[in-house]
């Protein structure tokens, strides 16, 4: 089983393909709600998403009436600044899906109203509208992995043992 982020009617390709390479990179699933704001062969896409596109497993759905015919199970959370609650006060489980809307106007607001209790949100000052698309579902997606232990995730890193070039700071460390 995996986490799921869905993006609904994505409008900038950069910002899918950071997600993408998130995905890739805790092994969610990604999927994509039409229309989208670019094609799935953009160069900007596939260049944020970098070498990870293999890593990846994603779906496209034609709307979100699809979408939920596909799932009409799903355990959702939808992430707007209009939540009602933090997204850290969710007990995340595997298996569930993660709404994020559009840069420019976030989730359809008669969607969040008939889910008043699955809306979620990252919190910030008051003077900011949103935070970034692609940094908002990380922030959410880790939360969640978190919660479950990171499963099938590498917990450690080591050095690679490559030499590179000195930078001139570290005469001063």
Not at 4 to 22: D, F, K, S, Y
Not at 92 to 105: A, V
Request: charged fraction near 20%.
């Amino acid at each position: 089983m995996a986490m799921h982020i869905v993006l609904v009617e994505p409008e900038i390709p950069q910002n899918t393909g950071n997600i993408a390479r998130t995905c890739a990179a805790t092994g969610a699933v990604l999927h994509l709600i039409r229309p989208l704001g670019f094609s799935l062969d953009d160069r900007y896409l596939k260049r944020a998403g970098l070498d990870y596109w293999h890593l990846m497993t994603y779906q496209v759905h034609d709307s979100l009436q699809a979408f939920f015919m596909d799932y009409p199970d799903a355990r959702m959370f939808f992430a707007t600044t209009k939540g009602g609650r933090m997204y850290t006060d969710v007990r995340y489980q595997d298996n569930d899906f993660l709404f994020f809307g559009r840069e420019t106007r976030g989730l359809p607001e008669n969607l969040l109203a008939k889910f008043p209790d699955a809306c979620i949100r990252i919190p910030m000052i008051s003077q900011a509208r949103s935070l970034n698309l692609a940094n908002s579902a990380a922030i959410v997606l880790y939360e969640a992995l978190r919660q479950q232990d990171f499963p099938g995730l590498q917990g450690e890193g080591h050095l690679t043992g490559r030499e590179e070039e000195a930078a001139p700071w570290l005469d001063y460390v």
